[in-house]
């Protein structure tokens, strides 16, 4: 029989909902907030409250905006020819951060996977097409992540951009920089292997 409240127990759950959060984590979580940082729990559940009601989804590129338009779709500083195709907006902010990319970006919001109920509706797609059928799109950059769903999205975008006349190109994967032949599993290595290019 549970000694706690109805309002921390209420807590407990909602704060389940997170990735990687179990009970335990959970009760970590609202413990420190209720005996040590009541302001900060505070101030995180008019954020959240904020973020739930006004944060939505970009008209172009699906990403999260407070907007109709995303501050990258509405600038006038990227370069409109390159799109680049990523399943998350994680996804997104990785390659902004880690890259030089200049080009616009579609988020999927997920992959093609019938048994999860993500189809091409799912993801956008049609709404890609429309996009591809402009003609203002050159190159589509095709980077969802090497899993066997993530792959199989590839190849589907790869088929739209093709019957559209755009250029695709996929990043490419292996041996990471720095790496070791001896350490990398060996899928990855055969896939760097069987993807490997000539030196000009």
């Known amino acids: 029989m549970s000694t706690a409240s109805p309002l921390l127990s209420e807590l407990l759950d909602a704060l389940r909902c997170l990735p990687g959060v179990g009970a335990r984590s959970a009760q970590r979580m609202a ?4 005996e040590r940082d009541r302001k900060g729990g505070e101030r995180l559940a008019i954020a959240l ?5 006004r944060i939505g989804n970009c008209g172009d590129c699906r990403s999260f905006s407070e907007s109709e338009r ?12 390159q799109l680049c195709v990523v399943e998350t907006p994680a996804d997104l902010a990785a390659i902004e951060q880690a890259t030089g990319y200049r080009g616009l970006y579609f988020v999927l919001l997920g992959r093609l996977s019938p048994l999860d109920g993500l189809g091409p ?3 956008g797609l049609p709404l890609l097409q429309r996009r591809l059928a402009q003609g203002e799109v050159q190159e589509l950059i095709l980077a969802t992540n090497p899993t066997v769903e993530g792959e199989a999205t590839a190849h ?12 695709v190109s996929r990043l490419a994967h292996g041996v990471p920089l ?23």
Do not use: K, N
């Open 49 to 53: 409250q904020a973020a739930m009601q």
């Open 70 to 81: 995303c501050a990258l779709c509405a600038g006038s500083t990227r370069e409109r020819g």
């Open 121 to 123: 509706e799912e993801l």
């Open 156 to 167: 589907y975008l790869a088929e739209i951009a093709q019957a559209a006349g755009v250029r």
């Open 178 to 200: 720095g790496g070791e032949l001896e350490y990398i599993d060996r899928g990855t290595l055969a896939h760097a292997f069987g993807s490997r290019l000539p030196l000009s």
């Open 31 to 34: 413990y420190h907030l209720l």
